[in-house]
Structures are given as structure tokens and as C-alpha cells.
């Protein structure tokens, strides 16, 4: 009866020692080719833990994205002229106040300023 073994078996690794090997990839001069071999890795996982390391990574490399929407019930059925109710965009930084009536172009505008102002 022959064994044959089943191939590597995977490494775990603690957090401390990806902080090492991460900390070294990220030295002036670094060759993560050289390193991941060093340490049994290939570099495509070295890459992953680099990647993974940096927080917000994920998120600021994408330009537009989705915020979650709170719609409030402010108690009336709106303004007495018919005209609508005001809507409210709010995100992290700022509240935009859009008055009703306020045409999609203007709204538009507003919006298009906000996103290249960072």
C-alpha cells in the first residue's frame, strides 16, 4: 500500500506574525517576490495582506457608492400650498436642503458641485 501525502497543508498564521512580514513589504527597497518566498508565501497572498492592512482601502478606491437613506414621517401631508416637502440629503460632512419644486437640473448641479469638492 503506497501513501501519498496530500500536499501542503495550510499555514495559520498569528496577527502578529502578518504584521512582521506586512511592516517589511511596506520598507524603501522591498521586494515582495523575495520576502513572500522567505517566509513560505506566495506573493499574491503577501499582495492580499498589504491590501487587506490598509483600512478604507476597499472603499476609497471607489469613487461613488451608496448611503443609506432615512425617510421620516413629519407628522402633516405637507405644506399647505400642495408644493411638496423639502428633501434632505444628508452625509457624513454635510446636509443639503433640497426646497420643493426645485427643478432636476438645479438639484443636479447641486449635487455634481458637492462630489468634486471631495
Known amino acids: 500500500m503506497d501513501v501519498i501525502p496530500a500536499g501542503p497543508s495550510r499555514r495559520r ?8 512580514i506586512i511592516a517589511s513589504s511596506f520598507e524603501p527597497g522591498a521586494n515582495i517576490a523575495e520576502i513572500a ?18 483600512p478604507g482601502k476597499r472603499l476609497a478606491s ?9 425617510v421620516e414621517d413629519a407628522g ?3 405644506p399647505a400650498d400642495g408644493g411638496g ?20 437640473d438645479h438639484i443636479a448641479r447641486v449635487l455634481a458641485a458637492v462630489s468634486r469638492s471631495g
Open 13 to 20: 498564521w498569528s496577527a502578529e506574525a502578518k504584521a512582521r
Open 37 to 54: 518566498r522567505a517566509h513560505g508565501l506566495l506573493p499574491q497572498q503577501l499582495y492580499a495582506w498589504r491590501h487587506d492592512s490598509i
Open 62 to 70: 471607489k469613487k461613488l457608492g451608496f448611503v443609506p437613506a432615512v
Open 76 to 78: 402633516g401631508s405637507g
Open 85 to 104: 416637502d423639502e428633501i434632505v440629503i444628508r452625509t457624513a460632512r454635510l446636509a443639503i436642503h433640497v426646497p420643493p419644486g426645485a427643478s432636476e
